[in-house]
């Protein structure tokens, strides 16, 4: 029997694209999966919608408070029963073969404790605008390189979307680090990668929406400085231990690297996000 796979999906205010969400895991080719939706106590009919959507499979977690996201992201892995967990966050989809090749993947090679795929960005209507690809190398790669060039260089691993976790690996690990309350997802990706290999299949398995209004929008926008600071904290946080080795001069040129990105990706939402 196929290994169970955790799909978790946190989730707030979403009621214009969760139904595309969960219909993109539902109708996967790797039919043994459970969805573990938890709403953070949306304002909207997000709760509605989901209910409105029958599958045994799907099961609906409602928070009493307001955790936040990094709070309502850790409630989601904790309630995952799955060998095998995946993050996506309410507006994204992946495609029917996503987790049937990530598995695969994970499954064949024990030694792994991420497998990621490429992304396809898309504007809010599901329309492509781009893509975004992984560390250039395929199938296996060290995890503690993958890890040094991604502090240095850019964020290899890309959004929950595209990443299966092992759960074991991620017990070990641990959780999201509330410390972090933006890039709270590149810092786990770092430490997973710390303890094990990373797998990438380079085939865009899934669909990350761009909007001007998520977090990525905001962060790189008007928030921009506030996710700089942070970028800091992450690598300086990373840097302390002996896995990446990385130098003062390491984490200057990261955070010169991490500027001119965001420049970059400012100048791409201008044009393709809405």
């Known amino acids: 029997m196929d290994t169970l796979v955790s799909v978790c999906i946190p989730a707030y205010n979403n009621e214009g694209y969760i139904k595309d969400t969960i219909e993109s895991v539902l109708h996967q080719t790797y039919q043994n999966i459970e969805v573990v939706v938890v709403d953070d106590c949306s304002k909207d009919h997000t709760v509605d919608v989901v209910k409105s959507i029958e599958d045994p499979r799907i099961k609906l977690y409602c928070n009493e408070k307001n955790l936040g996201m990094t709070g309502n992201w850790n409630r989601c892995l904790e309630l995952a029963n799955g060998e095998f967990v995946k993050l996506i966050c309410a507006d994204d989809m992946i495609d029917r073969n996503a987790i049937e090749l990530e598995a695969k993947a994970m499954q064949e090679h024990p030694t792994a404790n991420l497998v990621e795929s490429d992304t396809r960005l898309v504007d809010i209507n599901g329309k492509k605008t781009g893509a975004f690809k992984r560390y250039p190398k395929s199938g296996l790669v060290d995890g503690k390189k993958l890890a040094r060039k991604s502090l240095i260089l850019k964020n290899f691993y890309g959004a929950p979307v595209n990443n299966l976790i092992r759960k074991s690996a991620l017990e070990k690990t641990g959780g999201f680090d509330p410390k972090f309350t933006y890039i709270l ?12 290999d990373v797998y990438i299949i380079h085939k865009l398995l899934n669909s990350f929406r761009v909007r001007n209004d998520s977090n990525t929008g905001m962060l790189i ?3 921009r400085d506030i996710y700089v600071a942070e970028h800091r904290r992450l690598v300086e946080k990373h840097a302390k231990t002996d896995v990446t080795s990385m130098r003062a001069f390491d984490i200057q040129l990261s955070m010169l690297i991490r500027r001119l990105r ?4 400012w100048v791409y939402l201008k044009i393709f996000a809405k």
């Open 221 to 223: 926008g008007e928030k």
């Open 262 to 265: 965001n420049m970059a990706i």
């Open 185 to 196: 997802d590149f810092d786990l990706w770092v430490s997973l990668s710390c303890t094990g």
